[in-house]
């Protein structure tokens, strides 16, 4: 009997290769993208605990401190049924995608560069966006680029905001800004999308050429806007390589080309691992892998007013939500919606739900992927767990 | 630290809504040095938070038949100053089955009778459908309706109507201080003979022999800056906003207390509205209730089942500055307006005035500015109603999308909102500034460089209410922090600032959204978790210094 995966997010996709890696046929549904392509393409496993409003970078702490921390703190937290598998699930999914390179869990995390003009700490990104990890930079000169007659970029103001925001952190690096010309003779070019412009460097040459077009900047980095390719892995190296400056990218929130990268890799990896695919959306029998997301996936949905899980009508956590308030009083939060999902037991496997059925990612009720920040890891790592498990008793 | 304006002025205006930006642009076309002071933003009160409606008044056609002539002259004024700001919205009022015939012949009698009103602003006479007929141009209509009578109104864009009165004040002499709150009155004896406001670089003495005290909902604290008291019956009015229109009609229909609310196509969505109850709470802290909302929804879902299909975007809320009269229901008490000379007071110079609608607003206007020209012996005559307001002139949508490589669909809502300005604003505009800045509007980056520039706003709030940036479906999601580089790109917010005024528009646009959130269906919680994602877990804003 083989494995059903419903779901083709970060958390599906390393569910159905992890059923395949323990030997069983796996057949994946999904009805299309969902929030992990419009992810930023870094990936979270634990917030720091002792962030503080208004510091930045309170401290330097790495995965493995944070995680611990995140698991005091939330004894609900799904991620605490499956913490013996985070150091493999993360390593298993580098194999597999290539854009990220595996880091150990007590190195100290990332800090990034945002599209916001904001610095981020992560525990693992793309590899063009590890690039511009803040502390590398220090007395570095670093030139944000953006695009002749392109207003997707905002390149003056990340470039400002980021030598402010480093600078309070201690950080002292040379933030310039400069425009590089690309698909200047294209009349609707102030029109385009990244994702239109990620495509054109997909081309072959195309990153080379840019590059070219870079070669005599003076600088320790470029910056470029987060349009370094849809579905080639090493766009940015090849703009390094033929600028002969090292290249990175931002992590990018707004239409976010990374996340479509991540996805595209995704897509790749289950391809090449011979997972079938299908659109069906009826409940699957046998041993299943629930993978569907919360409410931008569709995992989630409320009819009335009631939340409940889409596909098998499971029931639904809304952790700290007094009566039905699913909403904090300011936008900044906590609000109890983002924490809605499915509870599971040790083996994740959902309360209320039939034999064989396993749950992992943002389906998952009890956590707060946005101020927990834990979500892509969270959904690797239970994604695996959850394929393994539904395997073993494929 | 105070400073005293380099100028005496003939008039100094309190309260920049419509009656503020109005009554300024009037007294100014009269000749007459006037500055205009306005706490926040213009039209950032009652007179961007209404309907949004021209009208012609029909409901007060029993009661108060003068404010329904006035209103039909005046509308017909206002669309004749201002064409390219009104939009005609046909609209539809249900006969439900049980209606017995005298009260149907009774809608139909009104409805002729407003007919007599309606040359007066370019409308067209009712007509009378049956049940087929009003199901045929309103598929969603429900089984309860058994026909139908129409009629038809002007709809205009409340913030830029303001907008445009202040700009013309602006052009013709007047001094526009807004984010600048009355602080104090300045006295000579007892006659009142200026004020003195708060602006952001300092105090300023404004002197003037009279001031006009047209703060809406806030003119009793602005009176009461000379000791007056002025009284009102402030009504709390809630609309909900839908991101799309909802058919082709407004449609008016009775409330389940017997009220009319209607839901109406508005910009490129639709409003449902209005409750009106009183208020005690400060014009400031009103929040809507789910009651308010299922309110209005079962209202029009009586008649227009479908909408509980359609989910909201967000409420709105406004505070109606009501003449104060007791013992009469919100619904029953007067839209006339009056004008208050405070002399009789004990504090000469100073004239307030309240009530009144939208809708006749330079009628409102020009009386006031008559009886400010009376104190100061002015004779000139007003020329509101015959001189046009900026853009007035035509424009073409399909050529200048042509011209300028623009999306046709934001030429036309750049025509819609600028008229012959549009042409002018792209003209100028840098090469990269024809890209799209809010996509559910669409906004292009020119038309916020141009709000930036040309029309004095100073944050993403200011930016929303001159474009209506972040009104659509993402309610903010991506044009925030894009309009956030933007203000620092044009050199007016420094990092801080720029990120100061994302945050603040991401709270005001939370604000108007809890209650949508509480609706029925998924798509509003999945918005909101990529708005969070967007702004908290990437941006990571709550742990910015200036959050």
Known sequence: ?394 | MSETGNRPYDAVVIGGGINGCGVARDLTLRGLRVALVERRDLGAGTSGHSSGMIHGGPRYLLREREVTRASCVDAGRIRAIAPHLCFRIPFLVPILRGTSRVMAEALEAYMEAYDHFAPLKDGRPHTRLSADEARRIEPGLGPEVAGAVTFDEWGIDGFRLCLMNARDARLHGADVFTYSPAVALLRDGAAVVGAVVRTREGERRLEAPVVVNVAGPWAPEVAQLAGVTVRLRRGKGVHLVYGRRLGNFGIMTRAVDGRWIFVEPQQNGALLGTTDDDTYAGADELRVSRDEVEYLIEGIAHVLPSIRDHRFLRTIVGVRPTLYEYGRSPDALSRDHAILDHEEDGAPGLLTMVGGKLAYYRAMCEELADAVCRKVGSQAACTTHVRSLPGAGAADAGLIAERFLVPEPAAARLVFRHGSDARQMLESAQESDRGVLCSCEPVLRAEARYALDAEGATSIDDLRRRTRLGEGTCQGTWCIGRASALLHEVGAASVEQAHRCAIESLRERWRGRTAALDQPGTATLATEELMQSRYFLVGDYGRLPWA
């Open chain 1, 1 to 394: 009997m083989g494995v059903t995966v419903i779901g083709g997010g970060a958390a599906g996709a390393v569910a159905a290769l992890a059923a395949r890696a323990g030997g069983a046929a796996v057949d994946l549904r999904s009805r299309g993208w969902g929030a992990t392509a419009l992810s930023s393409g870094a990936i979270d496993l634990a917030g720091d605990p002792a962030e503080v409003a208004g510091d930045p970078w309170a401290g330097r702490p790495c995965a493995a401190r944070n995680f611990a921390e995140m698991l005091r703190r939330n004894p609900r937290h799904p991620l605490r049924h499956v913490r013996e598998a985070v150091a493999s699930a993360l390593g298993r999914f580098c194999d597999h995608v290539p854009l990220y390179r595996p880091r150990p869990l007590d190195a100290p995390d990332l800090i990034l560069p945002t599209d916001l003009g904001t610095w981020k700490s992560t525990f693992l990104a793309q590899g063009s966006q590890t690039a511009a990890h803040l502390p590398a930079l220090a007395g570095k000169r670093v030139v944000v680029f953006g695009f002749r007659g392109w207003a997707g970029f905002a390149p003056k103001f990340l470039a400002a905001s980021l030598w402010n925001l480093a600078r309070r952190g201690g950080i002292d690096c040379d933030l310039a800004v400069g425009e590089v010309g690309w698909l200047e003779d294209d009349p609707f070019l102030a029109l385009r999308e990244p994702h239109e412009l990620a495509r054109t460097l997909d081309e072959p040459g195309a990153a080379e050429r840019l590059g070219e077009n870079l070669a005599a900047v003076d600088a320790d980095l470029l910056l470029l806007p987060p349009v370094l390719g849809l579905s080639t892995v090493d766009v940015a190296d090849r703009i390094a390589g033929a600028a002969g400056v090292p290249v990175a990218e931002p992590l990018a929130s707004d239409r976010s080309v990374p996340g479509i990268r991540l996805q595209m890799a995704l897509d790749r990896a289950l391809f090449a691992a011979g997972v079938k695919r299908s659109n069906a959306t009826q409940r699957p029998p046998g041993p299943a892998v629930l993978a569907t997301g919360r409410f931008i996936g569709g995992g989630i949905v409320r009819g009335e007013r009631e939340l409940r899980e889409a596909l098998f009508d499971l029931p639904v956590v809304v952790p700290g939500a007094p009566g039905s308030q699913l909403s904090g009083p300011d936008v900044g939060g906590p609000h109890p919606y983002l924490s809605a999902g499915v509870p599971t037991d040790e083996r994740l496997r959902p309360d209320g739900g039939p034999p064989g059925l396993f749950a992992a990612g943002a389906v998952l009720g009890g956590y707060d992927a946005i101020r927990e920040r834990c979500g892509l890891g969270a959904a690797i790592v239970t994604g695996h767990v959850a394929g393994t498990l539904a395997a073993e008793i494929a």
